[in-house]
């Protein structure tokens, strides 16, 4: 989903705002893990699989009931690329940049960006652990750096 730009986006170029996303009752505990620092995953209540993105329904089972289970933060990188030309104007001052989906320790998978990390030594495989970037009021951004202290 990509959630829409509002008038409080951050400015990072003269021509576009950064999108801001926009927590919703299927997401609002991501959200707010991620604004503590914590990366909060749904969690069956049934069968215990873990799922993300956030949905109303488990895959695994069908049951609706669910926690926001505290992720280890901890994967490797699954596949990435590398961007230059983005898809909305806002993130043109931002190229060349990377693009990651994380498989993570709990199973599932996340996109997002691998930061402290010159795109030359991006890795299929490369074990990575969450960092969270402060995006807007109430909004962070859950980011990857590769994982530091001998990488298990
Ligand atoms: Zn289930």
Redesign the pocket.
Known sequence: MTPPSSPRSPVTSDAAPVPIPVPNPDNAGFWEGCARGELRLQR?G????WRHHPRPM?P????REYEWGLASGRGVVHTFTIVHRPTLPAFDARVPYNVIAVALDEGVFMVSNLVDCPREAIRIGMPVEVVFEPLADGIALPKFRPRRGGGQ
């Open positions: 069956c049934r069968c215990a699989a488990c695994a089972c069908g049951s």
